[in-house]
């Protein structure tokens, strides 16, 4: 049971152009959501996140959009850069189990010159 | 400025052998997670911890124990593993469990033969 799903194992993009990674939930009790960002060897670190109060925010070149409706939250990078090329997992979590962060299955970004 | 470090980064077991995985962390953070991370699934909780000699079960807590006897350190035990213990294994730590963002360790690659 994926409460946190990325249907998109991977996603390649030409540099300079616009990135957008795609995350799916089921869990209409999440409240906060995360995106975490994966080079090889090393371990997730905090991209950007986003709480339900909001439907867009927005971080230089990142930008997390919620749509609570459908359950649904994407993140877009503006231009894609080759040092982006990495796996971005999205996450979320509800009030009550903060600390309890659901990951999705990430998507593998590569950036082509 | 180490963050989060774990050991080790590589191990292999045969079935049934135990050992510990440590995870030390010098932010003077309240709380401390460990993940695995498998293909196809994203990062799973397995254990968490939201101050020293505490402990909590996530999402995946059995075949492992844990303990927070210092407040920096988190160890995670296999008694008796198994070849479905073969993973990635991420620590992380956060300041606080209130949506805090998670600092990751850089992980330990354990196989069980």
């Known amino acids: 049971d994926q409460q946190v799903k990325q249907n998109s194992p991977s996603l390649s993009v030409q540099e300079g152009r616009i990135s957008i990674l795609n995350c799916d939930y089921t869990?209409?009790?999440?409240?906060?959501f995360l995106w975490y960002k994966k080079y090889p060897a090393e371990g997730p670190t905090f991209l950007i996140s986003i709480s339900s109060i909001k439907d867009k925010n927005e971080d230089g070149r990142f930008t997390v959009f919620l749509n609570k409706s459908a359950k649904h939250l994407s993140l877009h990078i503006v231009p894609s850069q080759p040092g982006d090329s990495a796996v971005y997992f999205c996450a979320a979590s509800t009030i009550q189990g903060a600390q309890k962060l659901v990951f999705g299955q990430g998507t593998r970004l590569t950036i082509n010159p | 400025n180490a963050g989060v470090t774990q050991t080790p980064k590589f191990r292999v077991l045969k079935t049934g052998q135990s050992m510990t995985l440590l995870c030390a962390q010098d932010?003077?953070?309240?709380?401390m997670y460990w993940y695995r991370q498998d293909p196809g699934m994203g990062l799973r909780l397995i254990h968490y911890s939201v101050g020293e000699g505490t402990t909590a079960k996530g999402e995946v807590p059995d075949g492992y124990n844990v303990s927070r006897l210092k407040k920096q350190n988190f160890l995670l035990g296999l008694e008796s593993a198994a070849p479905s213990q073969t993973s990635v294994y991420f620590c992380?730590?956060?300041?606080?469990?209130?949506?805090?963002?998670?600092?990751f360790g850089s992980g330990t690659q354990l196989s069980v033969l």
């Open positions: 992380a730590s956060s300041y606080g469990g209130n949506n805090e963002k998670l600092f």
């Open positions: 932010m003077n953070h309240e709380y």
């Open positions: 869990n209409s009790m999440f409240d906060y």
